[in-house]
Nanobody, 123 residues
Framework: QVQLVESGGGLVQAGGSLRLSCVVS????????MAWFRQASGKEREFVTA????????SYSDSVKGRFTISRDNAKKTVYLQMNSLKAEDTAVYYC????????????????WGQGTQVTVSS
């Protein structure tokens, strides 16, 4: 079993930055591809970004490309989401997710999820 715990959410003004963290336990972290999804109130959960177990390959949604950066520290079993130039439309609950090795943009492909952390961007 894999446990994921997110942190770092909060309230920030538009144009500001936040860094989310997700700590993984319960399984060898280096075997896992990691992703961030988000879900705004009244909307479906959507893909934000993902990173392979090696950290070499990443994928971003068009809406965050150039503003958000995903990274991982395998020694700390932690994946990060650096969010810059935040917009009001980035407001959502952000979820960390994990799956075996390869990337995916589909929520259904990820068996392991964190509890989510709220990010609110005021305009």
């Amino acid at each position: 079993q894999v446990q994921l715990v997110e942190s770092g959410g909060g309230l920030v003004q538009a144009g500001g930055s936040l860094r989310l963290s997700c700590v993984v336990s319960g399984r060898t972290f280096t075997n896992l591809a990691m992703a961030w999804f988000r879900q705004a109130s009244g909307k479906e959960r959507e893909f934000v970004t993902a990173i392979t177990w090696s950290g070499v390959v990443t994928s971003y949604s068009d809406s965050v490309k150039g503003r958000f950066t995903i990274s991982r520290d395998n020694a700390k079993k932690t994946v990060y989401l650096q969010m810059n130039s935040l917009k009001a439309e980035d407001t959502a609950v952000y979820y960390c997710a994990a799956r075996g090795i390869s990337l995916s943009r589909e929520t259904s492909d990820y068996p392991y999820w964190g509890q989510g952390t709220q990010v609110t961007v005021s305009s």
